[in-house]
C-alpha cells in the first residue's frame, strides 16, 4: 500500500494505491490520525488506484469519520 498526502487550501488529499488489509490498515490509521494531530480534519480520500480493501480498512475509515465528525469539523 502507498499512501500519498496532498495539502490544498481547505482540505487534504490522501490517494490510497494498493491493497488496504490487516497488515497495513494501521498504516493508513496513522497517516490519517497525522493529520488530526496537526488540527485538519477535512480529509478528502483518492481510491482510484486501490485494488482491495478489507474490513480493517473499512474499519479505518469508519474511525477516521467518527474523529472529523467529533468536533464537528470534517
Given at each position: 500500500m502507498d499512501i500519498n498526502i496532498q495539502q490544498f487550501k481547505r482540505c487534504d488529499l490522501l490517494a490510497i494505491k494498493g491493497k488496504v488489509d490487516s497488515f497495513t490498515a494501521p498504516d493508513l490509521?496513522?497517516?490519517i490520525e497525522g493529520l488530526h494531530d496537526d488540527g485538519k480534519y477535512?480529509?478528502?480520500l483518492n481510491m482510484e488506484h486501490l485494488e482491495y480493501m478489507s474490513s480493517a480498512?473499512?474499519?479505518?475509515?469508519?474511525i477516521a469519520q467518527r474523529n472529523c465528525k467529533r468536533y464537528n469539523r470534517g
Amino acid at each position: 500500500m502507498d499512501i500519498n498526502i496532498q495539502q490544498f487550501k481547505r482540505c487534504d488529499l490522501l490517494a490510497i494505491k494498493g491493497k488496504v488489509d490487516s497488515f497495513t490498515a494501521p498504516d493508513l490509521i496513522k497517516a490519517i490520525e497525522g493529520l488530526h494531530d496537526d488540527g485538519k480534519y477535512k480529509i478528502v480520500l483518492n481510491m482510484e488506484h486501490l485494488e482491495y480493501m478489507s474490513s480493517a480498512g473499512f474499519r479505518a475509515l469508519l474511525i477516521a469519520q467518527r474523529n472529523c465528525k467529533r468536533y464537528n469539523r470534517g
